[in-house]
């Protein structure tokens, strides 16, 4: 299923400052990341995470610095500023907000499956 | 054969023609496909399968790099999401306007308060020798504030503050008070360079530090204009209506308004240029692209005007003063659209408009010095006169310089970023012959 460009850029911010508060990655690595958790679901034209980078750090959410592992090439990793934290947390709490919301509105099955649990007990 | 690093190259190379990335960008993104190819030749492909699917799902170059382009004017974010009212910010903004309000009123008062003891404004040489100290503190404070600067740059501006207050009040004032009004005229120049050092914060000496506080000073010029005019307005509409009803508020005019209205002007723009910045600078680089065309053409006739009729600038006293100030003008303007450029903008007409302007203000700024050695010549050393010819022959050494190093950049021999890095250098020149004229010109001419 394809998941509409709006959506997508909607939820770049979070994703990107969500993977980096876990620990400190490069872009091939966050691409890879989100790719594998959304089971190939979300897919990004890969080079225009770049720019994203760039301004979350512009913002002074993530910030770089380069290093090169044992082997294999020079790497550009970012990492999660305390700004970034904050950031990522208001971001949790509007996705709550637009879940929940979408949850009790359009999930029809959801009332079901709770009284089919509830019939059970 | 199919050659990888040829192809690779080829990629990066037709990224970097686009000239708006930087070279971190583009090996961070060649360093990604790259990466993207390694794993699919592992999985056993061959390179040039691995290389197009890499390529392909790096997406557009075109845009990606567009992309560049557009976060650093920040415009993709604004088009994308809008940016949430963040309590906390809004909060911050009420304490600032609250601030801007308080030095308002007290920076009116501060311009007020010599009438008190009786100090005729109009003809006080004091009053108008200290004029800068009305407002621009104020500014300084405000800047000082918001930017949380630190102990050791405050106690720097303070002091240079504090001194140049002491000295030139300390200084004597003779008839005809020539050197007490160069100092009332050099003052505030001087002070608002001081006050550009609290704008930027620490990165004071840097040139994108230096570059911001031009623009913020090209735009603050604009809209203070506007500003100020708004208020002209207002003031002719209240007299005129209350004219009307038979009472007269001109006194309260020139009690009130004068002393509360250009320093609430004042106030206004600076907060309004340095938080509203990402509106203004859409309008204020499209001011300057309408403005520059026209002076050139204004000093073209000017200049053409002066060899047709033979009207020499050399006898008339205002003919120089209206010279210098034209110069000053286009000066500043020049600057204010080197400022306004953006760091990726390639080559383009208005390139190439500025460096005709600056041409032209060297042969006008020229023709002002042989005017001011004629005078000086002529008449003899006077304190103004001095003045004229320090300002000129920096003014030309500055129009010089960014000729010289446009041209350069036309040919392209230099990165844009040289012309920065001297005007913002010379942003430092500028303040010390201020310093010169300001507490050295009164002594070599014995405070007359």
Redesign the interface.
Known sequence: MDISKDLI??SA?PLILGILKKEDSY??EI?KIIKKSSDNEIIW????L???L??LE?KGFIESYWEKPESG????YYFLKKKGKLELE?HKK?WEIVHATLSEQIYEDKDNVEKGEDENV | MFDLELKINSWSDYLRSSGKLDEEDILELENHLREQIDELTAKGLSKEEAFLISVKRLGNINKISDEYSKVNTEDLWKQLIADPVDPAVSKKDRKNILIIIIFALLAGTAAKLPTFFGINIDNSIKYFKNLSFYLIPFITLYFIIKNKINKKLIVYITGIFAITALVINLYPSYKPNHTAILTGIHLPIMLWLVTGIAYIGEKWKTKEGRMDFLRFTGECFIYGSLIMFGFFVLMMFTSLIFQSIAIDIESFMENYFIFYGPSAAAMITVYLVETKKSIVENFAPVLAKIFSPLFLITMLIFIGTVIFTGNSPYLERNFLIGFDLMLVLVLGMVIYTISARKMYDKKGIFDYLNGILIFVAIIVDGIALSAIIFRLTEFGISPNKLAALGENVLLLVNLAGLLWLYINYFREKIEFSIIETWQTKYLTVYAFWMAIVIFIFPIIFNFE
């Open positions: 850029a909607a911010t872009g091939y691409i034209t890969e080079g225009m770049y720019p994203v760039h301004r512009d090439r020079r790497r550009k208001k509007q």
